[in-house]
């Protein structure tokens, strides 16, 4: 059964820092591993796929990264700003997440302040 | 191209009652996914459905719950003689493809409470 670790829990930082959110996970054997980020009261908005032969993948100011057999991804945030306030999802494809679905950690709720 | 569609975004129930949520994919995904977010916890998957299949319902309560996804029509998670801990916000999810390049786009969500 596949478990995701994400760290740390919670993060408060100035705006302009650069950002890294870490995230393990028990089962290499996955198709895929999404980042997504949740706002209060809202669902989830994806922010990258990585698929299982690829290292990482980059969308503007973010980067995430993905060591497969090592079970781990980082999400690489530059210059945060107060906009990127909101939890953080990290969840791998494939093992244990029902045929081709995800298995999520508990997140990583972001704050930047102004 | 209009996101995964789900309602209704609240809803409230007496115990006893039935709950039935909608789920309308994004236009040309046949893969659809059920999650589960309880207070202060992750999103558990629930239920992987093609069109008119039920793929995986491993994460889905024996009981009182049910899923389907007609061949017309939206995806629909049915839940009999709800109890309070139904409480939850249940999140749906839509795939064009399947495996590797099988990025899943989530609705809003609906939200469930149970008097």
């Known amino acids: 059964k596949q478990e995701v670790t994400q760290i740390p829990a919670a993060l408060s930082v100035p705006e302009g820092e650069n950002l890294v959110l870490n995230c393990s996970f028990t089962?290499?054997?996955?198709?895929?591993l999404q980042w997504f980020r949740q706002d209060p009261g809202k669902g989830l908005t994806s922010l990258l796929l990585?698929?299982?032969?690829?290292r990482e993948q980059t969308s503007g100011r973010l980067n995430a990264s993905l060591d497969k057999s090592s079970g781990r991804s980082t999400l690489y945030i530059a210059a945060s700003q107060p906009g990127d306030s909101a939890t953080y999802l990290c969840a791998p494809a494939g093992s244990g997440g029902g045929a081709d679905g995800l298995t999520f950690g508990k997140g990583t709720h972001l704050i930047i302040q102004p | 191209n209009a996101g995964v569609m789900q309602n209704p975004r609240h809803l409230v129930r007496r115990r006893g009652q039935e709950a039935r949520l909608r789920c309308s994919p994004m236009k040309g995904h046949s893969h659809v996914y059920w999650y589960r977010q309880l207070p202060e916890e992750g999103l558990k998957f629930m239920v992987y459905?093609?069109?008119?299949?039920?793929?995986?319902e491993s994460g889905m309560p024996k009981e009182r719950f049910s899923a389907e996804f007609p061949k017309e029509g939206p995806s629909i998670l049915r839940i009999q003689q709800v109890v309070r801990g139904d409480s939850a916000a249940y999140f749906c999810?839509?795939?064009?493809?399947?495996?590797?390049?099988?990025?899943?786009?989530f609705g809003e969500g609906s939200r469930l409470t149970v008097l």
């Open positions: 999810a839509s795939s064009p493809l399947a495996g590797e390049f099988g990025e899943l786009f």
């Open positions: 089962d290499s054997a996955i198709y895929n």
């Open positions: 459905l093609q069109k008119e299949n039920i793929i995986d």
């Open positions: 990585i698929q299982s032969s690829q």
